[in-house]
């Protein structure tokens, strides 16, 4: 079955650790996303890549880093710069710009 | 800056009522405009509209678009416990390298 998964579903962390989401898809679509949504708000675009080795900053990237080294794999590190990283993040994939996208289950971090 | 507003942000029914959802936005070359589904996890495609008018149907879900007044919106008949859910309205902008940008969703609880 072709989709996108993320790991680990909960993820808890001591304030000041780095760490690292996972999300691989087998679709093999071109762009992948990192979207953060908090609760009573949509979601909100982290960074993205429409083609391996290359990836961009969306709307709150800052505290966040990303690399794009395989088509099917789009990591997302939340650094010890991120003020509030407790959330729930949401990796998603599309065959080509503009199309909708397809999303992986999420992945809840709480850093205490 | 794009902007995408949904209305109620939260709404409780019984089931076998019929609902309406709201969708307004404010986007520098509008594209089309998406709703998903999304229960615990992973947001679900369920609508694209890029024509006004045009309604679009998938059992007793519905959606229309109209570009002239800039909202959507999504229409859920004889509402069942398995509808509730957050409803996510986005909007895509042409030539727009950032992909969607996401209304703060519409939580729908659906009661027995």
């Known amino acids: 079955d072709g989709g996108i998964t993320q790991s680990p579903k909960y993820l808890f962390r001591k304030e000041g650790q780095n760490v690292t989401l996972s999300c691989e898809q087998n679709l093999n679509h071109d762009a992948m996303y990192w979207y953060r949504q908090d609760p009573g708000q949509g979601l909100r675009l982290i960074y993205y890549?429409?083609?391996?080795?290359?990836?961009q900053k969306g709307d709150i990237a800052e505290g966040y880093s990303v690399s794009r080294e395989k088509k099917e794999s789009f990591p997302l590190t939340v650094t010890s710069a991120q003020k509030n990283p407790t959330a729930f993040y949401l990796c998603a994939s599309s065959p080509r710009f503009n199309s909708p996208l397809h999303f992986g289950n999420g992945t809840r971090l709480t850093v205490t | 800056e794009d902007k995408v507003v949904q209305s109620p942000l939260s709404l409780v029914v019984h089931e076998g009522d019929t609902v309406t959802l709201n969708c307004s936005y404010e986007v520098t070359n509008f594209r089309s405009l998406l709703w998903y589904k999304q229960e615990k996890k992973a947001p679900t495609f369920l609508f694209m509209l890029?024509?006004?008018?045009i309604e679009k149907k998938s059992g007793r879900l519905s959606s229309i678009l109209d570009k002239k007044e800039l909202f959507s919106i999504l229409n859920i008949t004889a509402t069942q416990t398995g509808d509730s859910a957050i409803y996510l309205c986005?909007?895509?902008?042409?030539?727009?390298?950032?992909?969607?940008?996401f209304g703060s969703g519409t939580q729908l609880t659906v009661l027995p």
């Open positions: 890549s429409q083609i391996v080795n290359d990836f």
């Open positions: 890029t024509s006004s008018g």
């Open positions: 986005a909007v895509v902008a042409s030539g727009s390298a950032r992909q969607l940008t």
